[in-house]
């Protein structure tokens, strides 16, 4: 399974920014999906998951009620809906997919993505 990831950039202190990941290589959509991120010089930190169906998430508490997980199983799809950014949400975007169908918020995925820059400024 290999996975791209794409939507960071910069953007100001309470704006909004969309990152997705789209899945190649396996043709059953029951797994779970995940995103992590990692500020520099910092440990990487859970920040959604979504199981394969999308009907159960679970958010980090330092992004609950502003960022979205979503899933489209046709296409292999997640996104994760960020906004009322803040400059402590900066950090590289990391999806992944874990062979299970649970939403899951410990690291043990089986496939990652390469990771994308989310910058916000103050």
């Known amino acids: 399974v290999q996975l791209q990831a794409s939507g960071g950039g910069l953007v100001q202190a309470g704006g909004s920014l969309g990152l997705s990941c789209a899945a190649s290589?396996?043709?059953?959509?029951?797994?779970?999906w995940g995103w992590f991120r990692q500020a520099p010089g910092r440990e990487q930190e859970f920040v959604a998951t979504?199981?394969?169906?999308?009907?159960?998430?679970i958010y980090a508490d330092s992004v609950k009620g502003r960022f979205t997980i979503s899933r489209d199983n046709a296409n292999n799809t997640v996104w994760l809906q960020m906004s009322d950014l803040k400059p402590e949400d900066t950090a590289v975007y990391y999806c992944?997919?874990?062979?299970?169908?649970?939403?899951?918020?410990?690291?043990?995925?089986?496939?990652w993505g390469q990771g994308t820059l989310v910058t916000v400024s103050s």
């Open positions: 290589g396996r043709t059953s959509s029951r797994y779970t």
């Open positions: 979504i199981n394969w169906s999308g009907s159960s998430t």
């Open positions: 992944a997919v874990r062979l299970n169908t649970g939403a899951y918020l410990g690291t043990e995925y089986d496939y």
